[in-house]
């Protein structure tokens, strides 16, 4: 039955309308196909779904729809993707992640980051525009506290939680405004979503650690691809400043739903501040601070900024606020980045050994 529902369903007629060229079509198709994936339990079905969601001709267009020009398109994608990465197979994440992460090409080789590490620790290092985390002339000029660059040897679980949080620049910060609490409102649901991710995938037999790097790790970097999935996601994060708010939101749950699980090169890959990337590589943090440095500049031109922010969160949650607000867009996407990056805290907080930073 599976088989006959992968061959006179999927293939020949839900897979000509996923790649019609009309976007009502298009975006009706995702969303049954979503909706499919959230329902379907059986077993032999999911491996004819995720067989022909990872697999088939229309395989790439999904994925590429993540961050195409119909807003909800790119939404129904996400969700799509977001409803795949629930499911109890390990074919998802293989495919669409650990393939593309595991050679650590996107690391430094070890001569390389020990050559950065000396830099870090020279005088000269004491400019953030010198130095390697901030390449690509990505400088905070604009900000009295721009965030720290990694410093050098061993890192503890209170040094990954605190490079999060010491992201957003403090004059753009606004949940304290309205006395919402920090990172460890996030902890119980960061707890919920850690635990889930743990039993997907308890029976795939994933390592504890990562591989030693190698001398040769890095070697292949120029030609380092981080995957379309991740792709598209990191190209959205980096226009978050200028998306919609529901889009944004969804496009952070998948990335905290990613960063969720328990294997070494995801965990280090998106949850490592500290990791020496090579030249041609980024990081979730890496994207990150080039969100904020963006932040830095767009800022200028809105004024009494903490009051605007303080009415768009009051908007947010239903509360009275102000109408028409300017530079909506970018309030909202300045306030989903504070959170998002408490989150992300939450994460780290709940997967990694902590010693003295601990949620109040």
Same mark, same amino acid.
């Given at each position: 039955?599976?088989?006959?529902?992968?061959?006179?369903?999927?293939?020949?007629?839900?897979?000509?309308?996923?790649?019609?060229?009309?976007?009502?079509?298009?975006?009706?198709?995702? &969303?049954? =196909? !979503?909706?499919?994936?959230?329902? *379907?339990? $059986? /077993?032999? @079905? #999911?491996?004819?779904?995720?067989?022909?969601l990872?697999?088939?001709?229309?395989?790439?267009?999904?994925?590429?729809?993540?961050?195409?020009?119909?807003?909800?398109?790119?939404?129904?994608?996400?969700?799509?993707?977001?409803e795949?990465?629930?499911?109890p197979?390990?074919?998802?994440?293989?495919?669409?992640?650990?393939?593309?992460?595991?050679?650590?090409?996107?690391?430094?080789?070890?001569?390389?980051?020990?050559?950065?590490?000396q830099?870090?620790?020279?005088?000269?290092?004491?400019?953030?525009?010198?130095?390697?985390?901030?390449?690509?002339?990505?400088t905070?000029?604009?900000?009295?506290?721009?965030?720290?660059?990694?410093?050098?040897?061993?890192?503890?679980?209170?040094?990954?939680?605190? &490079?999060? =949080? !010491?992201?957003?620049?403090?004059? *753009?910060? $606004? /949940?304290? @405004? #309205?006395?919402?609490?920090?990172?460890?409102?996030?902890?119980?649901?960061?707890?919920?979503?850690?635990?889930?991710?743990?039993a997907?995938?308890?029976?795939?037999?994933?390592?504890?650690?990562?591989?030693?790097?190698?001398?040769?790790?890095?070697?292949?970097?120029?030609?380092?691809?981080?995957?379309?999935?991740?792709?598209?996601?990191?190209?959205?994060?980096?226009?978050?400043?200028?998306?919609?708010?529901?889009?944004?939101?969804?496009?952070?749950a998948?990335?905290?739903?990613?960063?969720?699980?328990?294997?070494?090169?995801?965990?280090?890959?998106?949850?490592?501040?500290?990791?020496?990337l090579?030249?041609?590589?980024?990081?979730?943090?890496?994207?990150?601070?080039?969100?904020?440095?963006?932040?830095?500049?767009?800022?200028?031109?809105?004024?009494?900024?903490?009051e605007? @922010? #303080?009415?768009?969160?009051?908007?947010?949650?239903?509360?009275?606020?102000?109408?028409?607000?300017?530079?909506?867009?970018?309030l909202?996407?300045?306030?989903?980045?504070?959170?998002?990056?408490?989150e992300?805290?939450?994460?780290?907080?709940?997967?990694l050994?902590h010693?003295?930073?601990?949620?109040?």
């Open positions: 039955l599976a088989v006959c529902v992968h061959q006179l369903w999927l293939v020949e007629l839900l897979q000509p309308q996923l790649l019609d060229t009309c976007e009502q079509v298009v975006l009706g198709s995702t &969303s049954v =196909l !979503c909706a499919t994936v959230r329902l *379907v339990q $059986s /077993s032999s @079905l #999911l491996d004819q779904l995720v067989h022909f990872l697999r088939s001709d229309a395989a790439q267009p999904l994925l590429r729809r993540c961050d195409h020009i119909s807003d909800q398109i790119s939404m129904v994608s996400l969700c799509l993707v977001e795949l990465l629930q499911k197979h390990r074919d998802v994440l293989d495919v669409l992640v650990l393939s593309f992460l595991h050679t650590q090409s996107y690391l430094s080789p070890p001569a390389s980051a020990q050559e950065e590490r830099t870090e620790s020279g005088e000269d290092s004491e400019d953030p525009e010198d130095d390697p985390f901030f390449s690509d002339s990505l905070f000029s604009d900000s009295p506290h721009p965030p720290p660059p990694p410093p050098p040897g061993p890192q503890t679980a209170d040094d990954v939680i605190n &490079s999060f =949080l !010491c992201l957003v620049p403090v004059q *753009v910060r $606004s /949940s304290q @405004l #309205l006395q919402e609490g920090g990172y460890e409102t996030y902890v119980h649901d960061a707890h919920t979503l850690v635990t889930e991710c743990q997907l995938s308890l029976s795939w037999d994933w390592p504890l650690t990562p591989p030693p790097l190698s001398l040769s790790s890095g070697k292949d970097s120029a030609s380092f691809f981080e995957g379309h999935l991740l792709k598209v996601l990191f190209d959205r994060l980096g226009r978050l400043l200028e998306q919609p708010y529901e889009l944004n939101l969804q496009l952070t998948v990335l905290s739903r990613l960063s969720a699980f328990s294997h070494p090169l995801l965990h280090e890959y998106l949850l490592n501040p500290y990791i020496h090579s030249q041609s590589s980024r990081s979730l943090f890496s994207v990150l601070i080039r969100v904020m440095g963006e932040l830095m500049q767009r800022i200028q031109q809105v004024s009494n900024l903490n605007r @922010l #303080l009415n768009t969160r009051r908007a947010l949650l239903g509360l009275p606020h102000d109408p028409g607000l300017d530079h909506l867009t970018l909202k996407g300045v306030i989903v980045l504070e959170e998002f990056c408490k992300l805290a939450a994460i780290a907080f709940v997967k050994p010693s003295s930073l601990a949620p109040p």
